[in-house]
Nanobody, 117 residues
Framework: VQLVESGGGWVQAGGSLRLSCVAS????????MAWYRQAPGKVREFVAE????????YNRDTVKGRFTISRDRPPNTVTLQMNNLEPEDTAVYYC???????????WGQGTQVTVSS
């Protein structure tokens, strides 16, 4: 099983980035797909998730309506569109897949997002 993220990089404040995560190795049709992030010196925090039904949820305090999560299946791809980026969004962004009961969970290796002021 693999979760492979892409799309990270450097952007100026106010810019946009689109992160993608491709899940492979098994079926993820019943999994919730999510994005987390971890800034230097901080704990990993939830950003957004999308359930197998398509229902999405966001960390409203962090995202503030700027990010949109979506998924395509097949393939097992989850995308995070990030607009109006702020320096505080600088972090390593991780893709996550988990069953609703969390009895099965996988993480990607992460992709760096750097936002300069």
């Amino acid at each position: 099983v693999q979760l492979v993220e892409s799309g990270g990089g450097w952007v100026q404040a106010g810019g946009s980035l689109r992160l993608s995560c491709v899940a492979s190795g098994q079926s993820f049709s019943t999994y919730t797909m999510a994005w987390y992030r971890q800034a230097p010196g901080k704990v990993r925090e939830f950003v957004a998730e999308i359930k197998m039904t398509g229902l999405d949820a966001y960390n409203r305090d962090t995202v503030k309506g700027r990010f949109t999560i979506s998924r395509d299946r097949p393939p097992n791809t989850v995308t995070l569109q990030m607009n109006n980026l702020e320096p505080e969004d600088t972090a390593v962004y991780y893709c996550n897949a988990h069953t609703p009961a969390y009895d099965s969970e996988y993480w990607g290796q992460g992709t760096q997002v750097t936002v300069s002021s």
